[in-house]
């Protein structure tokens, strides 16, 4: 039942939020997009950034090498983009992650060459943004008690790059819509005051970031929104989640993928906020016990001849409100993402009856959290010593660019730039 009400709260603010748009604050921004290998639709993803409607903006896009396969189509898309757009190449990361090592040199080559730009925006390349996102999530900052502005992702199975519904296996559908069942769970903890800032759609103002020394405490971390969100905690500075600044995701995975990339969400986690880690495993032993006991209890009852109108009822009552929970926000995130609705609402019985087995597997990852804190992570193998102390165990090959500062910046010719 609190489930139904904080989906419903949810609901309320996201739909009330929608009508009250306003785009009227608009100060140079930057947008920093890390990429490593390439995804499904990652050409249209980064176009979509190209094309948002901002009076001034800029593109800082960040790979580890210009042996990364993304790296020579990053390039033909900063030479065509009608935006400012700069690709740097960040080097290897040595003690932190490599995702916050390419948001550090990104803030490197910015602070070198462009002091003009108010509004820092950290993104993630694997989302694809409405044209009015960046206008939506910088707009908020205009109130001073607002730190920082975020969105989230929602994962759209079967969406290609020519959003059309991608051919798959049964394994890999289920494996597919479990992970957007999982994710969509998130959302309870957004809202006008939310718990944390997702690293791929944050806003801050740039004096504010650098005020707060966000970049000093990136140092040897491996979450940057984690971190990012511990340090407006502490300057008790507000977290508001944009309704629109929600950002589809392609979502095809396979069973093993899912599990990694489950696990490894709940082990960092455990390094970085134990106190919602905690209540997560109390909460999620309480109902997964209840839940799945009850239904054993009650099926072995029947087979006695034996049979609790209570026990069926109570289960069914709790079945009922978490598929409530589940539908409730897949009805929201439809009206927000107006170019896949018609994809998101053709799962709506889909979300509900998933709803079950996503707790079962939030339990798993983080019992599996409890004996290990080393993840993978795009292909490198991290421990997690502590908040600010990682250490890189695994790479999948011998990078070509061996120093790690100062990075490189490369910026086609025909590309248009202010920066020098």
């Known amino acids: 039942l609190g489930a139904l009400v904080v989906a419903l709260r949810f609901a309320r603010y996201s739909l009330r939020v929608q009508a009250l748009r306003h785009h009227r604050y608009q100060p140079k921004a930057v947008v920093i997009i890390p990429c490593r290998g390439l995804e499904p639709g990652l050409e249209e993803n980064i176009e979509a950034f190209c094309s948002q409607e901002y009076r001034e903006y800029e593109l800082i896009l960040v790979t580890e090498s210009e042996q990364d396969p993304a790296y020579r189509l990053l390039s033909k898309v900063v030479k065509q983009s009608r935006r400012s757009a700069w690709l740097v190449v960040a080097g290897e990361a040595k003690e932190r992650g490599q995702k916050v090592h390419n948001l550090i040199a990104a803030l490197e080559t910015l602070n070198a060459v462009d002091r003009r730009a108010e509004i820092l925006v950290f993104a993630d390349s694997d989302a694809r943004p409405s044209r009015t996102w960046l206008a939506e999530l910088v707009a908020p900052l205009d109130e001073k008690q607002v730190g920082a502005t975020t969105g989230f992702r929602w994962y759209v199975p079967g969406l290609d790059r020519e959003n059309e519904a991608v051919k798959t296996g049964l394994v890999q559908r289920f494996s597919s819509l479990l992970l957007a069942v999982w994710n969509s769970s998130a959302l309870a903890f957004l809202g006008e005051r939310s718990s944390f800032a997702w690293g791929g759609a944050t806003a801050i103002r740039r004096e504010n970031f650098e005020n707060l020394g966000v970049r000093e405490r990136w140092e040897g971390a491996l979450s940057d929104d984690y971190v990012l969100t511990s340090v407006l905690n502490e300057a008790g500075q507000r977290i508001k989640f944009v309704p629109a600044a929600l950002m589809p995701t392609h979502a095809e995975c396979g069973f093993r993928d ?163």
């Open 258 to 420: 899912l599990l990694e990339f489950t696990t490894r969400q709940m082990r960092i986690t455990r390094v970085y906020a134990p106190r919602v880690w905690r209540l997560a495993l109390a909460s999620q032993v309480l109902f997964n016990v209840t839940l799945w006991g009850g239904i054993g209890w009650f099926a072995l009852t029947s087979l006695e001849g034996k049979q609790t109108a209570t026990l069926g009822a109570l289960l069914a009552t709790t079945l009922f409100l978490g598929a409530a929970s589940s539908w409730v926000r897949l009805v929201v995130a439809a009206r927000v993402l107006r170019t896949d609705r018609k994809r998101i609402l053709s799962q709506r019985w889909v979300h509900p009856m998933l709803a079950p087995a996503a707790s079962l597997l939030y339990l798993g990852n983080l019992l599996a959290s409890i004996w290990s804190r080393r993840i993978v992570w795009r292909g490198i193998g991290y421990e997690l010593l502590s908040p600010s102390r990682t250490i890189i165990w695994q790479r999948p090959e011998p990078a070509e660019t061996p120093e790690a500062t100062p990075p490189k910046s490369r910026r086609p010719a025909s590309a248009r730039s202010t920066l020098p």
